[in-house]
C-alpha cells in the first residue's frame, strides 16, 4: 500500500478537536477542508487566530514528516517574509505530535492559518497568475540551499515517475484518450528523459495547484500544503503549477506564460528548461489522467480525487495539436527572452550581409519595380477572390493592379493581417475562437514559372506537396549555415510540383543555385502565382507543421521564431512601407520652399531615400545602379567613410584656428599622390570654392584679372566661376562673355577640323590656342589658364596628346599660371593615375579637388606652389570656417586609404576598359552611336544622327537615360547639345555591374533607336 492509495484519515470533527486541544493547547471552531490523502482542518480561535491543523496519511514516512518539518523550518530562517504556513509547536515545544488511531499511526501538525481563498475559486487575472510565478520563483531560489534526506523518495507525483504512467494505461478505456496519454509520454521519453542530467534539480513545492494557491484582495497571498514537496527538476514546480492553471482556459499557453514570466523574474530559467516545460505540462496531464483512471476502475469515490478529470482530457487533446517550438517561444518571449535563442544574431548577420547574398531571382528583386498589395480588407478585389478562392477573379484583378501601378513584381509583407485565410486548418490551436490571420513570410508575386535562386548556399532539408485549397502546393525547406554555429532554415511555397520532386534530401546547393519555380493556380493552392518564402529559427522535422500565418496575439513571438526575411531576399524596409512625403508632395514643397531654378533629374523624378555601394535606392525600395553620381567616389556610404566621419564628429569638430592632427594627417597623406611642387594646401568645402580660391590665388600672384578658358567650361557657381564658365554665361539667363574671359576651342578629337592623329589634332588645336594667348589685346594677359583635365560638361572630352603641355607652355611663357580642375576626374578615376593631369605629363601651378574626395562628405582642396601660396599671403587673413575641420579632414582621410585598400586604381582601369569594349560593340550595332569615349570610369557615348555628318541629336540622348533609368540604371547626358551620355560609376564597380550597365544601355538603346 503506497501513499497515494492509502486510505485518508477519518477522525471525526470531535476527534480532531479533542487532538488539537491535547496536543497543541489549542482550542476553536473546526472546518473540514479538502484534500487528497490527509485530513486538514481550518482552526478559528475565539480571539481570532487562525490555524490548519493537518492529519497526515498513515503511510506517510517518518522521513517524509520530518523533511516537511526541515522544510518549513529552511524557509523560516530564509525568507521569513514568504508567504508560506510556518510551524507552530506542540504544548511539548516539537514540531508535530505521533498519535494512534484505529487503522495505524499518525502524524499531527499545527501550521498557522494564511488568509485568501483558493485560486480555483477566483478569476485568473494576469496579475495573478504573474504572482503565483513570483511567489514560486522566491519560493525555490529560497530552497536552493536546502537539502534533506527525506526529500529524496519515490512518490507517484514526482515528474520523473512519468514513464510508469504507461503500466496504468489499460485503465483508459476510450482509444483516442490511450493515444494522448502514449503521445504525451513518447515525448517525455524522446524529449526530456535525455535532458534530465542538464536540468537543475533541487527541492520544490511540487503541488501549487489552484487550491494550495492563495488569493486576497486581487492578489496572490499564499501557498499552502507542502505535502508533496520532493526532489525535482526545479523546472517541474512550473510544470505542475501551469497544468492546473491551464485547465478550462481558452488560451492555455498565454496562461502558462504569464506565470512562467512571473517564476523568471524571481529565479531565472535555464534554455534547457524553457525547452522541457511544455512537454512536463503534458507528462503531468498523463501521470494524472491514469492515476485517475486507474483510481475509478478500483471504484474509488472521493469526487476530490476526479474534480479535474475531464478538463485534463481537454487540456492534453489541446497541448497534443501545439508546436512545441511555439509554446517555447510564448514563454521565453514573456520573459523578455528572445523566443527562439540566436534569433538576433541571424538578424544582424543577415543585415549585415544583405549587399552580399547572390539575387532570389532575376533580375533581382531589389532592381525591380515593385507594389506591396493589400490583401487584409475584402474592399480590394484581389483579396476579395482570394478569399473566395476565385481563380479567375484574382487573376484579373492582380492584371488590374498591374496596370495601374506598373511593377513587375507584387509583394505580400510579413506581419500583414489578412482576411484571405478561410480554409479550416487556419482556426487557432493555440486559443479558442481565434484564427490565424498574420503573414509570417514574404510573398512575391510572379508569373509561374519564374525560377527563384537560393541567396545562401544551403540544403535541402525536406520537400513535400500539400495540394489542399489554400494550402501550400510545392513546398521545400532548406538549412543554411553561412558560418559554424549560424543555423536558420528558409521554406519555400507555392512552387510547381515538379520543383518538389526535383530536389532530394541532403542535396547541397551553392548561392546562386536554382531552387524552384513558383507554380500555377493549379499547383500552388489557387493561388495568384507568388513564392511564400519564410525564414525559421528554429529546427523542424516535419515542414507540414510549420505555419505560414499566426495568431495577431503572438506577433512578438514570429519576430523571433519566423523573422522577416526581407534582408534574405535582397529587399529593405522601404520597399514595403514608405516613409515622408509622396513624391508629389515633394515636388509641390520644393517649388512653395526652393528657389525654380534648383533643378531635378529626369522627366519623372526620382525621391531616393537611401544609397548603398553603387545603389540608389528609392521609396518604394527599388535599387538603381548608379553610374551618374561621382562624389560618391568609393560608393555611397562606404562605411570606412561612415565609420571615420561618426568616430570624429563624437570626438572633436572645429576650425582651424585651433590645432589638431587631422589636418595634418590629410594633407600629409594627399601630398603623396602629388608632384613634388604641389606642397601647399588649402582645405574648403566645396569645388566651387577650391575653384573660386584658385582664381583670387592666381590674380594676387600674377596682379592680373583677365582668364582664359576652354569653351564650354564650367567650374562653380560662384559669380567668379560663372563668369569664366561658357557653359553658364552663353546659356539662357547667362551675360555673356565677360572681357577679362577668354575662351580657347573645346579640342575635341571626334569633331576636330582636320583629319589626323590624335597627336596632329592635338598639336594643330594647341597651335590655335598659341595663337589666341599671344594675340590677346594689351592689358588683357592672362592672370591663368583654368581647365578640366577631361572637359565634363563640354561632353566627356578627352584631350589630344600633347596639347595640355603645349598649352601650359604657352600660358606660362605669357606670364601666366595653370590650373587643373580636377573636381570630377582626380582621385584615381582615370584609373592608370591618381590625376588625370599625369597622364599628359604636365605639373600645374595649382591642382583643384572636390566632389569626391569627401565620398559624399563636403570636401574640397587647393594644392598650389608654395611661391603662389606666399604671394596669396599679402596680409589679409584667409580663413574658412568648415574649412579643413576635423571631420571633413578625417573622412578625406579615410577615402585615400580605402582607394589604396581596395586597389580601386586598378579596378577603375580594369572595369573601365571592359565596359569601352562594351560601348565599342554597342556603337557597331547602333549608328546612332558617333563615337564612344573613356578612360577609367570617365566614359562618354555620343550620339548623333548621322554619323557621316555628326548631327548631334540631343532628344534621344535624353530619352535613352530616361529609358535607362526606367529599367534601373542611372546615367545623364551632358555637352553643348546634351547629346553625350555621360558615364561616371563608383570606383568599386564590378565585373557584374558593367554587364548590367552594358545590357540595359542596349535595351534602352534598342527601345528609343529602333
Not at 30 to 45: G, I, K, M
Request: negative net charge; aromatic residues 8%; proline residues 6%.
Amino acid at each position: 500500500m503506497t501513499i497515494v492509495n492509502n486510505p485518508r484519515p477519518a477522525f471525526s470533527s470531535a476527534e480532531a478537536r479533542e487532538l488539537l486541544r491535547a496536543h497543541f493547547g489549542i482550542e476553536g471552531e473546526l472546518t473540514s477542508l479538502p484534500s487528497e490523502r490527509d485530513q486538514n482542518f481550518r482552526v478559528e480561535t475565539a480571539d481570532g487566530r487562525g490555524f490548519t491543523f493537518k492529519i497526515m496519511n498513515a503511510a506517510e514516512p517518518l522521513s517524509a514528516i520530518e523533511f516537511q518539518t526541515a522544510l518549513l523550518r529552511h524557509l523560516e530562517g530564509c525568507d521569513p517574509d514568504l508567504a508560506v504556513p510556518r510551524i507552530v509547536h506542540t504544548t511539548g515545544g516539537q514540531d508535530y505530535a505521533l498519535i494512534d488511531g484505529a487503522d495505524g499511526r499518525y502524524a499531527v501538525r499545527l501550521v498557522t492559518y494564511l488568509a485568501g481563498c483558493p485560486l480555483a475559486e477566483q478569476t485568473k487575472t494576469p496579475e495573478i497568475l504573474h504572482g503565483t510565478g513570483r511567489l514560486l520563483g522566491r519560493l525555490d531560489r529560497a530552497l536552493a540551499s536546502f537539502g534533506h534526506p527525506g526529500a529524496h523518495r519515490s512518490f507517484d507525483w514526482e515528474i520523473r515517475t512519468a514513464p510508469l504512467s504507461r503500466a496504468r494505461l489499460h485503465a483508459v478505456a476510450d482509444p483516442e484518450q490511450r493515444r494522448l496519454v502514449e503521445s504525451a509520454l513518447d515525448i517525455y521519453d524522446s524529449r526530456v528523459a535525455p535532458l534530465l542530467k542538464h536540468l537543475r534539480c533541487g527541492v520544490i513545492h511540487n503541488d501549487a495547484n489552484d487550491w494550495n494557491v492563495l488569493v486576497a484582495d486581487g492578489r496572490v497571498n499564499g501557498l499552502i500544503d507542502f505535502g508533496d514537496a520532493v526532489h525535482s527538476p526545479i523546472v517541474a514546480e512550473l510544470a505542475v503549477a501551469c497544468t492546473y492553471a491551464m485547465l478550462d482556459e481558452a488560451s492555455p499557453i498565454e496562461t502558462a506564460a504569464r506565470i512562467v514570466a512571473g517564476y523568471h523574474a524571481e529565479y531565472p530559467l535555464q534554455d534547457a528548461e524553457f525547452t522541457v516545460i511544455l512537454h512536463l505540462i503534458m507528462a503531468r496531464l498523463a501521470i494524472s489522467v491514469t492515476m485517475s483512471a486507474a483510481r475509478r476502475l478500483g471504484a474509488a469515490q472521493d469526487p476530490y480525487l476526479f474534480v479535474s478529470e475531464k478538463p485534463a482530457w481537454d487540456l492534453l487533446r489541446k497541448l497534443s495539436v501545439i508546436d512545441h517550438r511555439i509554446a517555447t517561444g510564448i514563454l521565453r518571449q514573456a520573459c523578455g527572452l528572445e523566443a527562439a535563442p540566436g534569433a538576433r544574431r541571424i538578424r544582424e548577420w543577415l543585415s549585415a550581409n544583405r549587399r552580399n547574398l547572390a539575387p532570389l531571382m532575376r533580375p533581382h528583386p531589389a532592381r525591380q519595380a515593385k507594389h506591396v498589395l493589400n490583401l487584409g480588407s475584402l474592399d480590394e478585389p484581389l483579396a476579395a477572390a482570394s478569399a473566395a478562392q476565385d481563380n479567375d477573379g484574382a487573376e484579373r484583378a492582380y492584371a488590374e493592379l498591374v496596370r495601374e501601378h506598373g511593377f513587375t513584381l507584387g509583394l505580400g509583407p510579413w506581419g500583414e493581417r489578412r482576411i484571405i485565410y478561410t480554409a479550416p486548418f487556419f482556426e487557432s490551436v493555440l486559443a479558442e475562437g481565434k484564427r490565424r490571420n498574420v503573414h509570417l513570410g514574404l510573398d512575391i508575386f510572379a508569373p509561374a514559372g519564374t525560377e527563384m535562386f537560393t541567396p545562401l548556399a544551403a540544403t535541402v532539408v525536406a520537400t513535400t506537396i500539400n495540394p489542399d485549397p489554400q494550402d501550400y502546393g510545392g513546398l521545400i525547406l532548406l538549412e543554411h549555415e553561412p558560418e559554424p554555429g549560424l543555423r536558420f532554415w528558409t521554406l519555400w511555397g507555392h512552387l510547381d510540383h515538379a520543383s518538389a520532386r526535383e530536389r532530394r534530401i541532403g542535396e547541397r546547393l551553392e548561392a546562386g543555385a536554382l531552387v524552384a519555380r513558383l507554380g500555377d493556380y493549379a499547383e500552388n493552392g489557387g493561388w495568384v502565382p507568388h513564392i511564400h518564402l519564410q525564414l525559421i529559427t528554429v529546427p523542424y522535422e516535419d515542414l507540414s507543421i510549420i505555419p505560414g500565418v499566426g495568431e495577431e496575439a503572438f506577433v512578438p513571438v514570429w519576430e523571433d521564431l519566423y523573422p522577416r526575411p526581407y534582408d534574405f531576399a535582397g529587399l529593405i524596409s522601404e520597399a514595403f512601407e514608405r516613409s515622408g512625403r509622396t513624391r508629389e508632395e515633394l515636388i509641390e514643397k520644393r517649388r512653395e520652399r526652393l528657389g525654380r531654378n534648383v533643378s531635378m533629374s529626369y522627366r519623372t523624378p526620382l525621391k531616393m531615400v537611401r544609397g548603398e555601394g553603387v545603389w540608389l535606392i528609392d521609396d518604394a525600395g527599388r535599387a538603381y545602379l548608379d553610374c551618374y553620381n561621382n562624389v560618391a567616389h568609393l560608393g555611397h556610404c562606404h562605411p570606412n567613410v561612415v565609420q571615420a566621419i561618426a568616430r570624429q564628429a563624437a570626438l572633436l569638430n572645429t576650425n582651424t584656428r585651433y590645432l589638431h592632427d587631422t589636418i595634418i594627417d590629410y594633407t600629409d597623406r594627399l601630398a603623396q599622390s602629388l608632384p613634388k611642387e604641389l606642397d601647399t594646401f588649402f582645405i574648403v568645402c566645396t569645388g566651387s570654392e577650391a575653384n573660386d580660391l584658385a582664381l583670387r590665388m592666381a590674380r594676387t600672384f600674377t596682379g592680373r584679372n583677365d582668364m582664359l578658358v576652354l569653351d564650354w567650361a564650367y567650374h562653380g557657381h560662384t559669380q567668379a566661376l560663372i563668369d569664366i564658365s561658357p557653359y553658364k554665361y552663353k546659356r539662357k539667363g547667362g551675360r555673356g562673355r565677360p572681357s577679362f574671359t577668354h575662351e580657347l576651342p573645346i579640342p575635341e578629337v571626334y569633331r576636330a577640323p582636320i583629319v589626323g592623329t590624335p597627336e596632329e589634332i592635338g598639336h594643330y588645336y594647341a597651335e590655335e590656342a598659341g595663337r589666341l594667348i599671344s594675340g590677346l589685346p594689351s592689358g588683357h594677359a592672362p592672370a591663368a589658364f583654368i581647365a578640366e583635365t577631361i572637359p565634363s560638361v563640354a561632353g566627356q572630352v578627352f584631350l589630344p596628346p600633347g596639347y595640355l603641355k603645349s598649352v601650359y607652355a604657352s600660358v606660362r611663357a605669357a606670364g601666366g599660371v595653370v590650373i587643373a580642375d580636377e573636381v570630377q576626374v582626380g582621385l584615381g578615376r582615370v584609373g592608370d593615375s591618381m590625376w588625370a593631369f599625369e597622364e599628359h605629363g604636365v605639373v600645374p601651378d595649382i591642382v583643384t579637388m572636390g566632389k569626391p574626395i569627401g565620398n559624399g562628405h563636403p570636401l574640397a582642396v587647393v594644392a598650389v606652389r608654395r611661391e603662389i601660396a606666399e604671394a596669396f599671403a599679402n596680409g589679409m587673413e584667409y580663413f574658412n570656417t568648415f574649412g579643413g575641420n576635423p571631420v571633413s579632414c578625417a573622412a578625406g582621410l579615410a577615402v585615400l586609404e580605402t582607394l589604396e585598400q581596395e586597389n580601386l586604381l586598378a579596378n577603375a582601369s580594369e572595369q573601365g576598359a571592359y565596359l569601352l569594349d562594351g560601348m565599342k560593340r554597342l556603337q557597331e550595332k547602333y549608328p546612332a552611336i558617333g563615337d564612344v569615349r573613356g578612360r577609367g570610369l570617365f566614359l562618354g557615348i555620343e550620339i548623333v544622327r548621322d554619323r557621316a555628318t555628326k548631327e548631334h541629336a540631343g532628344d534621344p540622348a535624353s530619352r535613352i537615360s530616361n529609358r535607362a533609368k526606367e529599367l534601373g540604371v542611372l546615367m545623364g547626358t551632358d555637352g553643348p547639345h546634351d547629346n553625350v551620355i555621360k558615364l561616371r560609376p563608383p570606383m568599386i564597380f564590378k565585373r557584374e555591374h558593367a554587364d548590367l550597365l552594358i545590357q540595359i544601355l542596349d535595351r534602352s538603346m534598342a527601345d528609343v533607336l529602333q
